[in-house]
């Protein structure tokens, strides 16, 4: 393939994965991030709210992966305006990173959904189920419990999720930048078993040698523990939200697309969770 592709929210959990496997396919690749530009490589610095980062990181681009900012509970007035820009540039895919729990139209996201369906010569829309890392990023509140407290606190009672690895969903990335042909279709993409958070305590529990468990709370707690973990209060209330549509079974299944889209089976929550036991024996950095 010809020309770069542009990586937002490179430094992330996806796009810095992503940035590492393009580097190792030969892949023209520009990382953009919030932070100083990084050492050697390609490198911008951007914000969604600063359109003046948007030209020079577009620059030379045709792909484009999207990553939307962080927090913010409807990012659409950030982003349809620099997809617009893009498309004027010459940009001619878009891979968007959205979610299992967002529907294409809803407020938010599945506004920016919509916009490339109708506008983007060529797109994929990713809808990973929630993420595995969450368990082990010190920074994300359920991990910051778990490895503090020994418990992970939510509002989802029994509801069953399909936790995904970060890998898994940076693999199926990578093939919807990179393949001759674009996808032009949403990807909903799970790792391979439906799991309560009381199951992922108890796996947690067993690979780690920690008691670990899970403590159901009413919606207004949960959304009170968010906030005081330092998240705004309009994103606690849209994240408890998920919290009740998990507890009412909308992300109870498993899909086959990063086997269909990778040619390999997604990695399972037991093997993630032996990888990373030491995160809960003594601090050791997640990854």
Do not use: C
């Amino acid at each position: 393939m010809s020309g770069r592709i542009l990586i937002t929210g490179g430094t992330g959990n996806t796009g810095r994965r992503i940035a590492t496997r393009l580097g190792e396919l030969g892949v023209s690749a520009r990382v953009a991030s919030r932070g100083a530009p990084g050492a050697g490589g390609d490198h911008v610095g951007f914000d969604w709210a600063d359109p003046a980062t948007h030209g020079p990181a577009l620059s030379g681009v045709d792909r484009v992966y999207l990553v939307a900012p962080g927090n913010v509970e409807d990012p659409s007035p950030l982003m349809v305006p620099f997809l617009e820009r893009a498309l004027v540039s010459g940009v001619r895919r878009f891979v968007l990173l959205s979610s299992s729990a967002i529907p294409e139209g809803a407020p938010g996201l599945g506004t920016v959904d919509r916009f490339l369906r109708e506008r983007a010569p060529g797109f994929a829309i990713l809808k990973p189920s929630w993420f595995m890392q969450n368990f082990v990023d010190p920074k994300h509140p359920h991990a910051a419990s778990l490895i503090g407290e020994g418990k992970v606190v939510t509002s989802t009672g029994a509801g069953r999720v399909g936790f995904v690895d970060a890998d898994d969903i940076a693999e199926v990335a990578v093939r919807a930048l990179v393949d001759e042909t674009p996808h032009n279709t949403a990807h909903v993409i799970t790792g391979p078993e439906a799991l309560d958070y009381a199951a992922v305590a108890a796996i947690l529990g067993r690979v780690s040698g920690r008691p670990m468990q899970h403590v159901h709370v009413d919606d207004d707690e949960a959304r009170r523990r968010l906030m005081a973990a330092g998240i705004p209060e309009p994103y606690a209330a849209l994240l408890v939200g998920l919290d009740a549509a998990i507890r009412a079974g909308a992300e109870e299944r498993v899909t086959e697309t990063v086997l269909r889209v990778t040619g390999r089976a997604p990695r399972s929550f037991e093997a993630f969770a032996q990888a990373h036991a030491r995160v809960f024996r003594g601090g050791a950095r997640a990854v």
